[in-house]
């Protein structure tokens, strides 16, 4: 399975951006997909995950109610929707995959994630 991410870049405090992800996996859907981020010097962050089918989705608390993320399991493709982004957003983005199982949940740590792309720099500026 190969991630590939894109969408980051330059935005003032208070703006959005979307994220994307897309999977050459040919079993999208039996995947559990994330987004963490990570500054040089620290550790990898978890930003959100989603479930199989999309209907359960996990997040960081400082992301809730400013970020979405969500799948198109037809276009393999995860996103993650970033509104009122604040400087501390800045980090760059990854994408991560498990699977292919069955669960009906998601993960939030790095070491449970089978597969990874190779990021895009979000920059925030105040």
């Known amino acids: 399975v190969q991630l590939q991410a894109s969408g980051g870049g330059l935005v003032q405090a208070g703006g959005s951006l979307t994220l994307s992800c897309v999977s050459s996996?040919?079993?999208?859907?039996?995947?559990?997909m994330a987004w963490f981020r990570q500054n040089p010097g620290k550790e990898r962050e978890f930003v959100a995950a989603?479930?199989?089918?999309?209907?359960?989705?996990t997040y960081q608390d400082s992301v809730k109610g400013r970020f979405t993320i969500s799948r198109d399991n037809a276009k393999n493709t995860v996103y993650l929707q970033m509104n009122s982004l604040k400087p501390e957003d800045t980090a760059v983005y990854s994408c991560?995959?498990?699977?292919?199982?069955?669960?009906?949940?998601?993960?939030?740590?790095?070491?449970?994630?089978?597969?990874w792309g190779q990021g895009t720099l979000v920059t925030v500026s105040s």
């Open positions: 991560a995959a498990r699977g292919p199982l069955y669960y009906e949940g998601t993960f939030s740590k790095p070491r449970e994630y089978d597969y």
């Open positions: 996996g040919r079993t999208f859907s039996s995947y559990v």
């Open positions: 989603i479930n199989l089918s999309g209907g359960i989705t």
